[in-house]
C-alpha cells in the first residue's frame, strides 16, 4: 500500500522500478547489438525510419513493451528502439546504436535523459535543457516550413524528414543534414533527433 501511495505522488520507488525496468529493456536488447553496424559519421547520414524486425509482430496498442531494429536506408541494422509503457503519463524508451545508449524516463511532461547511464538533461516542449545550472542545449524548431528541424545552440544541424511511404521499396533518409555535428553537439542533437524518432516509429497510445 505504502509503495502504491508513493508511486501515486512520483516518489523514489518510481525511480526505482524505472530503473528495473530500464535493465530489463537493456536485456530484450541485447541479442541484438552485435548486428548492428558501426555508428560513424557515414551512418549517421543513412538513417532512415526502415524497421527491419518489430516484437510484438505486429504493434499492439497495449503491448507493455515493444521493440525493433532500425535500419539505414540500405537496410542494415544500425539502431535499436524498446518502450516500457505505464500508462500515458509515464514510460520508458531506450535507444542505441553500436556506441551509445539514450534512456528517455517519461514522467509527465518533462522527459529525463539518461546517456549512457548518467541523468543528462531534460526534454521539455521540443527543447532539451542541462539539469544544473539550468540552461537551453538544443531545441526543435521550424525555420524552414515543413519540416522541423533541430538545433544545437544557434546552429541548424539538419532537418528531420517524415517517413516516406515504403511500398515501393523506396527508403528515404530521416536527416537531411545543414551542418555535421561533432562530438557534443552530435550528442545533443541525437537525443533530440532519437526522441523524435521514436514518436514516429514506436506505436501510438
Keep these: 500500500m505504502l509503495r502504491t501511495i508513493l508511486e501515486f505522488f ?22 541484438w547489438i552485435g548486428e548492428l553496424v558501426e ?3 557515414e551512418e549517421r547520414a543513412l538513417v532512415s525510419y526502415n524497421i527491419s524486425e518489430q516484437h510484438p509482430k505486429r504493434w499492439a496498442d497495449k503491448a507493455k513493451v515493444v ?27 531506450l535507444v542505441r546504436n553500436s556506441r551509445d545508449e539514450y534512456l528517455y524516463q517519461i514522467r509527465g ?29 538544443a531545441a526543435k524548431q521550424t525555420p524552414h516550413p515543413p519540416y522541423p528541424s533541430i538545433l544545437v545552440g544557434k546552429e541548424e544541424i539538419a532537418q528531420l524528414i517524415p ?3 515504403t511500398s515501393s521499396g523506396y527508403v528515404s533518409r530521416a536527416f537531411s543534414f545543414i551542418k555535421d555535428p561533432e562530438g557534443d553537439a552530435e550528442i545533443l542533437f541525437l537525443t533530440l533527433a532519437y526522441w523524435d524518432m521514436s514518436q514516429r516509429i514506436l506505436p501510438s497510445d
Design 67 to 93: 521493440r525493433c531494429k532500425v535500419t539505414t536506408i540500405y537496410h542494415e541494422p544500425l539502431l535499436l528502439f524498446a518502450r516500457r509503457r505505464y500508462n500515458r503519463q509515464k514510460a520508458l524508451v
Design 109 to 137: 511532461e518533462a522527459i529525463e535523459v539518461v546517456y549512457n547511464g548518467s541523468l543528462s538533461a531534460v526534454i521539455e516542449k521540443d527543447s532539451l535543457y542541462s539539469l544544473r545550472p539550468r540552461r537551453l542545449l
Design 39 to 41: 555508428w560513424d559519421d
Design 163 to 165: 517517413p516516406s511511404d
Design 10 to 31: 512520483n516518489l523514489e520507488p518510481v525511480r526505482n522500478r524505472m530503473k528495473r525496468d530500464a535493465e530489463n529493456l537493456r536485456k530484450e536488447l541485447t541479442p
